[in-house]
């Protein structure tokens, strides 16, 4: 008895606040004023995930674009007969005709806005309307992940362009976030840093201090929240270990720096994905630096290679079974003939890997028993220096490759790479045992990559990337994958 009263209390708030929606969309401009506005604000945030799940599918397929009108202004819009044909005359009469197209061309414009368009903009007019669009597509990516709906992907897609045209650079405002900063900012800083976790007040204080910098990007309709924000070190060299930026003590004069070094990127509102605000950030903050510490001339990153195990780790596997199903010998000859099968081992570096595993992994190949010594979670190899002097080789090759080899629709497969390449950077230096915190090494084992923003170089480098996938890297990174560079353009040329 009680459920059945629930269940009905939930599908009475659920249609209240679907009418609430249907007001703020369907009323004249001037009679939709704050009240009606906060009704719906405060009825979508009292709905359960599922009612919202329920809400934001009758919003993407029944307030979408009416098709059968985009039909019929396409129908008339063919059936004209083209501007400067034989059949038309010139002066009045031609002036005539050609305001025909443009009518139908702007009812087809008009239409070709889905209605939900309406009730975005509209709340986008509210003080809290902005924010509260950011919770919209959060919820929206999430029952996205459950399945892809094309009406609510549409729906995705539409708001998205909204939100990038309403936080264009132009409406943001860049801001250093220093310890005099209100408790409540700072605690937001704490609370949203996403790749190095801030682990006390005086750890904090550090990165607000001497030789430290944090800029954010607020909007004046989401006030004392930063949208995103970046921590910078300034140093004498690129950085090659977290260790040193986070944890060295003291700091250099800043007087001394020649590097400014960003080192973490956050961004605090998910339902903002995919909008790329940091891109932005990044040539602000270099802008800044350059005026303020005329002295700074490199600008870099040490940046995670979030992807880079899962990759690896999948790679083995798959090559280890594929080894197995087709029992095969320890020949190179007996490999070399299938046509699936890579090892993705130097012979070299597979010797040193069966000579230095002794009990703590055991396999018929180098790959399977690197597979058996990176897949546990406990990283015992990092205690012993021989796996780690056999480890060196093939990892940091096989990262070099990841980073800049494999794709995904023609641009860098890890996420961090690809944020960093659009954004105009080169990959500069891959640092071997760079974060040796259980994080860094279930993602990258331990490896980090410096990218470098070299100021007049960044349109050029963003545009090659955007264009061609070109990946701009130094010798140092190339020098690891070179034979592979070298083999494929002999083979091109043949």
Known sequence: MEHGKETLNHQRSFEVVRESMHSVISMNKTEVG???LNEFLEGYCSLSFENRRKLLLTLAKEYDLNRAQVRELIKQYLGLQPPGSEAQSGGVADEGFLSTFY????NLRHSLKPVYETLFERLNTHPEGLKFLTIIRADI????????IASLRALDSYLKEKLTTWLSPAALELHQITWDDPASLLEKIVFYEAVHPISNLIDLKRRLGVGRRCFGYFHSAIPREPLIF??????????ETIQEVLWDN?????SEATCALFYSISSTQPGLAGINLGKFLIKRVITLVKIDMPHISVFATLSPIPGFMQWLLSKLASQSKLAKAEDISLSPADRSGLTFYENILEPEEERALIDSSGDLASGKSGMEIMLNLLTPTTHEWTNSDKLLSALKPPLMRLCARYLLQE???GKALDSVANFHLQNGAMVQRINWMADQSEKGLNQSAGIMVNYVYRPENIEEYAQLYFSKGHIHSSYDVKRYIQPVLENESKDSLL
């Open 103 to 106: 009518r139908i061309e702007r």
């Open 230 to 239: 970046i921590e910078v070190a300034l140093l004498k060299n690129i950085a």
């Open 407 to 409: 794709k995904k629709r």
């Open 250 to 254: 003291p700091p250099i004069a800043e």
């Open 34 to 36: 704050d009240s009606v």
């Open 141 to 148: 990516l999430s029952i996205l992940t459950e399945g892809n």
